[in-house]
């Protein structure tokens, strides 16, 4: 892909895409100290079920892909159980370098619920 020709056409797209996600997150930042939000659009599904859905492994890890292109620090944290009895998670998401914060959440939020001792029906 960095070879003369799809350098301009994909990486510098790719880029510039980074940057604005970026972006976008630091406005964020500008009035709060962390984002809380769902890891995925489902609930956790048997092992093995979606191997042969590409669409459906993308899906899965969609609301995960923008702190990792951002560079952000971000974690998951078991939140309870949805349709079926399955698990879900909450994902917290700090600011650039500020790990520290991310962790001491998640321990707050472990602190304040049970859900990381519970186990799925």
């Known amino acids: ?15 510039k895409l980074r ?4 972006d976008d997150f630091r406005r964020a ?4 100290d962390l984002i809380a939000g769902p ?3 489902t609930v956790a599904w048997d092992i093995g079920a979606i191997v042969d859905d590409p669409v ?3 899906l899965a890890d969609v609301y995960t892909l923008p702190a990792s292109l951002a ?11 949805g349709r079926g009895g399955r698990p879900i998670g909450l994902q917290l ?11 001491n959440a ?4 472990q602190q304040a619920t049970d859900w990381h001792l519970r186990r799925p029906s």
Do not use: K, T
């Open 1 to 15: 892909m960095l070879s003369h020709g799809y350098y301009d056409a994909y990486y510098l797209q790719a880029q």
């Open 19 to 22: 940057r604005l996600i970026a």
């Open 29 to 32: 930042f500008e009035s709060v």
């Open 39 to 41: 890891v995925a659009p």
């Open 56 to 58: 459906a492994n993308y």
């Open 71 to 81: 560079g952000l620090p971000g974690m998951s944290v078991p939140a309870g159980f």
């Open 93 to 103: 998401i700090g600011r650039w370098f500020d790990e520290a914060r991310v962790l």
């Open 106 to 109: 998640a321990h707050r939020f």
